[in-house]
Nanobody
Framework: QVQLVESGGGLVQARGSLRLSCAAS????????IAWFRQAPGKEREFVVA????????YSADAVKGRFMISRDDAKNTVYLQMNSLKPEDTAVYFC?????????????????WGQGTQVTVSS
């Protein structure tokens, strides 16, 4: 069973950028779809973006299309989330999650491995 650890969160001004990392240990992520979810204070956890194994397919939430990009480096056992043009409403704890399946899905119920999260705060 892989374990996931997120990093790269922090405080950034609106219209700025951040890159989050999701590093895996305990096994290879090569055969996993990896996703990012986020949870803002007082709100439910929501899907952000996912990438298939092999990296040839991604799926993004409408709220982040054109601003956030997910990528993976299986040699480094790491998935990245590049976040550009950040908005205050992007403020949340960001979690990466994994599921052993070929294609990306936004449905949280399928993801059975989760990291602890990293805080992203966007100031106006």
């Amino acid at each position: 069973q892989v374990q996931l650890v997120e990093s790269g969160g922090g405080l950034v001004q609106a219209r700025g950028s951040l890159r989050l990392s999701c590093a895996a240990s305990g096994g290879t992520i090569r055969w996993y779809t990896i996703a990012w979810f986020r949870q803002a204070p007082g709100k439910e956890r929501e899907f952000v973006v996912a990438i298939s194994w092999g990296g040839d397919s991604t799926y993004s939430a409408d709220a982040v299309k054109g601003r956030f990009m997910i990528s993976r480096d299986d040699a480094k056992n790491t998935v990245y989330l590049q976040m550009n043009s950040l908005k205050p409403e992007d403020t949340a704890v960001y979690f990466c999650a994994a599921v052993w399946r070929r294609s990306p899905t936004p449905e949280m119920k399928w993801y059975d491995t989760w990291g602890q999260g990293t805080q992203v705060t966007v100031s106006s």
